[in-house]
């Protein structure tokens, strides 16, 4: 009897013992996987790139759940196809090609349904599709596939190929990665915001890059514009004072004006206004220049000049046009013939301070229509008189309340210019349009031609 207790009390013990040590190894698995979960979430933050993501929550994963292959499909929006995003194990390359149709095999249905699934046994399952396995050459005998779930809409799905050992998946298997779809969940949706900030930046990347590159030719484009126009003033023993400006809106502008000796005795001037701006208007602005200097020669009136410049221009029915006056001035007599093209009005400020507008027969801007005939019209300039050319830059400047600067306003500022020089003229000219329009982006060109008979 006392042998009999012995060994029932040496059972028990060894009953009681072995039940410990399960459980202890239940506790060290649940605790080995909570750990695995844990470090999931944590590497959610070393990274921002998806693919990075996934591969470190798979690789985490796998120390607790040991398979050969594991695959990460995700929804395409477009088509609706599963595409893999991430696919783990000797046949990954290949996979990575392949795409399944909506519902196809057992990627899709749980794609479709939103439920996770087991299959022990491929072979035996009417919902396998053998495509992926054909393909690779690789034996699929059992897997384990979960949603990825993403606020209840499935973005994808991830699957776990043949348990090592030969054996089955289990539920705790499928809660496992359960809880790792989870996170990768969070991943996708960080990755989509941090790729749509990528591409915000690289858009704002390439829009800075263009904007400073367009800038610089831009300012390229500018000096060579200005390269057209005269860029010394006569000296003080010539028998005039002949001075010019030109204050572009923006980088190049449409307005221009020229002025050279045609001989001893003649002066030619001109000032016109293109109807574009930007760099359309700066080509037209070149090229009308070079046809009036080009064609431009002893005994030519200016009404002929315009007529052969406007059928260079008008033949190849341009976009643009060009209003335009110019003129010869005779030093020796202070005559002045002159030519216009649906231009602003010209004065002529007198040595006694009388401003008179200059009449002059209307015609067409250059290039607006073929066989256009321009006329000249007849002034004399005696000593001490003044005349002004300007664009509309000038006149229709505005003022925030919209009000613009008006041949008015300019002929009152005209009459306030006795004694003063060709350059003084302009410099207060242009203070007193910039004061009227009182900080109001100027939102034209700018040009202004004075000729002072000495």
């Known amino acids: 009897m006392i042998g009999q207790g012995v060994g029932w009390a040496i059972g ?39 693919r990075e993501q996934m591969e470190l929550i798979m690789n985490t994963a796998k120390q607790v759940l040991p398979v050969e292959a ?52 491929t072979k035996s399952d009417s919902r396998w599709s053998d495509r992926v396995a054909v393909r690779t050459g690789f034996e699929t005998r059992n897997l384990l596939t979960v949603p990825i779930l993403n606020r209840q809409r499935v973005e994808g799905v991830l699957q776990v190929i043949n348990k090592k050992g030969g054996r089955s998946f289990k539920k705790r298997d499928r809660q496992l990665l359960e809880k790792v779809a989870q996170p990768m969940a969070v ?18 990347s390439m829009t800075t890059a263009i904007k400073e590159r367009l800038e610089s030719e831009l300012q390229i484009a500018g000096t060579i514009q200005m390269s057209f126009l005269p860029r010394t003033m006569p000296s003080s023993q010539e028998p005039y004072d002949v001075c010019a400006l030109l204050k572009s809106a923006k980088e190049v502008g449409g307005d221009f004006y020229s002025f050279y000796k045609i001989d001893d005795d003649h002066l030619f001037f001109a000032l016109g206004d293109v109807s574009d701006k930007g760099i359309p208007a700066a080509l037209f602005m070149a090229v009308t220049l070079t046809l009036l200097k080009g064609k431009m020669g002893p005994g030519l009136s200016p009404g002929e000049l315009l007529t052969m410049v406007n059928d260079e221009l008008a033949r190849d029915n341009p976009l643009v046009f060009a209003t335009i006056v110019c003129g010869v001035f ?36 250059l290039a607006a229509m073929e066989d256009a005939v321009y006329h000249d019209g007849y ?28 041949p008015d306003r300019l002929q009152q500022f005209l009459e306030m210019t006795h004694g003063m020089s060709s350059a003084e003229i302009i410099d207060a000219l242009l203070m007193h349009v910039f004061l009227f329009a009182d900080g109001a982006p100027q939102s034209d060109d700018i040009a202004v031609l004075t000729l002072l008979r000495r």
């Open 379 to 406: 002034l004399t300039l005696e000593h001490g008189d003044r005349l002004l050319l300007y664009t509309d830059g000038i006149t229709e400047a505005e003022n925030a309340a919209q009000e613009q600067y008006s």
């Open 70 to 121: 594991a695959s990460v499909l995700l929804i395409d929006p477009d088509t609706d196809e599963l595409v893999f995003e991430l696919a783990q194990g000797d046949k990954g390359e290949e996979v990575r090609e392949l795409r399944l149709k909506p519902g196809e095999g057992i990627a899709g249905y749980v794609a479709q349904s939103g439920q996770s699934l087991i299959v022990n046994d």
């Open 187 to 204: 991943a996708l949706e960080n990755a989509r915001l941090y790729a749509q900030v990528e591409e915000s930046l690289e858009a704002l």
């Open 330 to 365: 005779t030093c020796s007599t202070g005559k002045v013939v002159m030519s216009e093209g649906g231009h602003c009005t010209p004065y002529v400020v007198r040595a006694g301070g009388t401003i008179e507008p200059v009449k002059l027969k209307k015609s067409l801007p």
């Open 12 to 50: 028990l013990l060894s009953g009681v013992a072995l039940g410990a040590g399960a459980t202890y190894a239940f506790l060290q698995a649940r605790v080995k996987r909570s750990k695995v979960l844990f470090d999931i979430s944590m590497q959610l933050n070393s990274t921002l790139k998806r």
